[in-house]
């Protein structure tokens, strides 16, 4: 089955730049999606196929995919930023949905 | 404007069977699929299966098959996950999303909490 790696931690100082990860084989020849979840609420859809924000998601927030990692990349990052993030894919051979394993980003 | 109303929690014991709802509205119930995922305490997101709200045809997960069963009820824009022969271990927190095919889109339930003990 296919999965995702993503680190479990990543910390920045406010202000400065974060960049949270997710490979997978040829991860790049798919599309990635990545989630926020604060504590005990539900996801947030923060980027869409690879680096298309939703409406609600500020600019600072990019994504890029490219060969086997995707990338979320926040610019000046503040505490509100600090949650769970989750990247997402999908097995085209099994039909899965497959979810990384998380990411806790903290503003330190 | 979209929403996803899931049912409340549920304490049941080993063995036993639960059956979560996710009520939709706001969109067009049949134009989507509906995703349905679980959150152990303290872990990560882990995808259950998906169901076509149009047709009703479902993938299921691998480590699911056989215990879980999803459906659909078109007239009140519900969908709803049945986890049977249920472990401790199943104690989680169930969302239900819209989405696609091979995503879901920014809309999620509130979460079910779901705690099996004996």
């Known amino acids: 089955s296919y999965e995702l790696t993503q680190p479990p931690s990543v910390s920045v100082s406010p202000g400065q730049t974060a960049i949270i990860t997710c490979s997978g084989y040829k991860l790049g020849d798919k599309y990635a999606w990545w989630y926020r979840q604060n504590p005990g609420q539900a996801p947030v859809l923060v980027m869409s196929q690879d680096s298309k924000r939703p409406s609600g998601t500020p600019e600072r927030f990019s994504g890029s995919n490219s060969g086997n990692i995707a990338t979320l990349t926040i610019r000046r990052t503040q505490a509100m930023d600090e949650a769970d993030y989750y990247c997402q894919t999908w097995d085209g051979s099994e039909r899965d949905v497959v979810f990384g394993g998380g990411t806790k980003l903290t503003v330190l | 404007q979209v929403q996803l109303v899931q049912s409340g929690a549920e304490v049941t014991k080993p063995g036993a069977s639960v059956k979560v709802s996710c009520k939709a509205s706001g969109y067009i119930f049949t134009d989507y699929y509906i995703h349905w995922m679980r959150q152990a305490p303290g872990q990560g997101l882990e995808w259950m299966g998906r169901?076509?709200?149009?047709?009703?045809?479902?993938d299921y997960a691998q480590k699911s098959q056989g215990r879980v069963t999803m459906a659909r009820d078109t007239s009140s824009s519900t969908a709803y996950m049945e986890l049977t022969r249920l472990r401790s271990d199943d104690s989680a927190v169930f969302y239900c999303?819209?989405?696609?095919?091979?995503?879901?889109?920014?809309?999620w339930g509130q979460g079910t909490l779901v705690t099996v003990s004996s």
């Open positions: 169901i076509n709200c149009n047709s009703g045809d479902t």
């Open positions: 999303a819209r989405g696609y095919w091979e995503s879901l889109d920014d809309f």
